[in-house]
């Protein structure tokens, strides 16, 4: 004899048999109809928002990030970089140049012979996603002379908060990270950021000692991923597709409401031809009156 059963979702049932020698055969599963190509749509949303993250769009918010910007002709060369506050200190040269500059018409040239100097933008927005990524082109005038420069990001929960990374002359305990003669990127990121409490962030570039650095074109995202993590990924993917094709319904779904997959669902948006491609959902047909 034959015997089924309708589960609802997550459902369970319990049968006590009353012998021993009863046995079960072939025990098939059938699932209602279009639950694979909802779980095929979801894998390949997912595939397509974790291939956007190669290119990760820039995070809004940062004033004059390529200091194109001139302050007013009545500041002088450390009063005149809009968007950003800078150290006022003798001993201290913070300006914008025209000489060397990586894109645009002008950089800024940050020097010092003894002081700490600093140059901090206004504050912006902090990202809902909890993370934050600052790349930025710098360059030295001799590579003999490293500053002691500080990348750094900072915002106020229960007390300041203060992030960095040192380039140039290496800290204590680190391994050097040299700034060249030529300008080059680096990159500097913070995958905790509060999500709550911080409403605000500042970038920093904090010069801890003697020396000289050109800075130019800063750009944040707060959806730059490593390479490890798109690997990662990308395992995560081929596996749930694995499990779709197998029919392992449960191990699907787990996989697909996992965080990572959560977490791009809620923070990657599909592009517009990827939402033209996904099919529409069937029309239920009315009920009489």
Not at 20 to 31: C, D, I
Not at 104 to 122: F, W
Request: proline share 9%; hydrophobic share 40%; glycine share 8%.
């Amino acid at each position: 004899c034959s015997w089924t059963v309708d589960l609802e979702p997550y459902g369970l049932v319990a049968v006590r048999l009353g012998s021993p020698k009863v046995r079960l055969f072939a025990p098939q599963v059938e699932v209602p109809q279009g639950v694979r190509e909802v779980l095929d749509t979801r894998i390949r949303d997912l595939g397509t928002r974790a291939a956007s993250l190669r290119n990760p769009p820039s995070l809004d918010g940062l004033a004059n990030p390529g200091f194109e910007q001139r302050g007013d002709s009545k500041g002088d060369a450390q009063e005149g970089i809009p968007g950003w506050a800078t150290s006022q200190r003798k001993d201290v040269a913070i300006g914008l140049d025209t000489t060397r500059r990586h894109g645009g018409l002008r950089s800024v040239r940050l020097a010092s012979t003894d002081p700490v100097a600093c140059l901090i933008s206004q504050p912006f927005a902090a990202p809902k996603t909890g993370r934050f990524s600052m790349l930025v082109w710098l360059r030295v005038a001799e590579a003999g002379r490293q500053p002691p420069l500080r990348l750094a990001v900072e915002w106020e929960k229960h007390g300041r908060d203060y992030r960095f990374a040192q380039v140039g002359q290496a800290a204590p305990g680190q391994d050097p990270v040299p700034v060249g003669t030529e300008w080059a990127p680096y990159i500097f990121q913070v995958y905790d950021l509060p999500l709550e409490g911080a409403a605000e962030l500042r970038v920093r570039f904090d010069l801890m000692g003697p020396g000289e650095v050109w800075i130019d074109d800063v750009q944040l995202s707060d959806l730059a991923f490593s390479r490890t993590e798109l690997v990662e990924l990308s395992k995560l993917i081929t596996v749930a597709n694995s499990k779709l094709q197998r029919g392992q319904w449960g191990d699907c779904i787990r996989l697909l409401e996992g965080y990572w997959p959560r977490f791009l669902e809620a923070n990657v948006p599909l592009s517009p031809e990827a939402v033209a491609r996904k099919p529409r959902p069937a029309q239920t047909p009315s009920k009489p009156p």
